[in-house]
Nanobody, 118 residues
Framework: QVQLVESGGGLVQAGGSLRLSCAVS????????MGWYRQAPGKQRELVAR???????NYADSVKGRFTISRNNAKNTVYLQMNSLKPEDTAVYYC????????????WGQGTQVTVSS
């Protein structure tokens, strides 16, 4: 079955950068829309960035200009480059896959912790 595994999280100081990766197995990855979501303690999970199978992207207003989502179909991997990190970015970041590009996420990864210190 389809599995998503995130990596690249960690502790970073405000203003720093991290690059998250999500490796997808058991799928025709190139056909999937992929998204990054995050959930901070006491808050609902929110969309951070999304990329469709044809490369179209969208971002939450809070991360526009700072984060970039990309994909490498040959590696079955989606990335989230996070620059100019803020303490407010602290959350568990999840990778999600929309198998049919319909806006519904069929699969989720286990999450990776990102902590931004001030």
């Amino acid at each position: 079955q389809v599995q998503l595994v995130e990596s690249g999280g960690g502790l970073v100081q405000a203003g720093g950068s991290l690059r998250l990766s999500c490796a997808v197995s058991g799928s025709i990855f190139s056909l999937y829309a992929m998204g990054w979501y995050r959930q901070a303690p006491g808050k609902q999970r929110e969309l951070v960035a999304r990329i469709t199978s044809d490369g179209s992207t969208n971002y939450a207003d809070s991360v526009k200009g700072r984060f970039t989502i990309s994909r490498n179909n040959a590696k079955n991997t989606v990335y989230l480059q996070m620059n100019s990190l803020k303490p407010e970015d602290t959350a568990v970041y999840y990778c999600a896959a929309d198998k049919y590009n319909l806006g519904y996420n069929n699969y989720w990864g286990q999450g990776t912790q990102v902590t931004v210190s001030s």
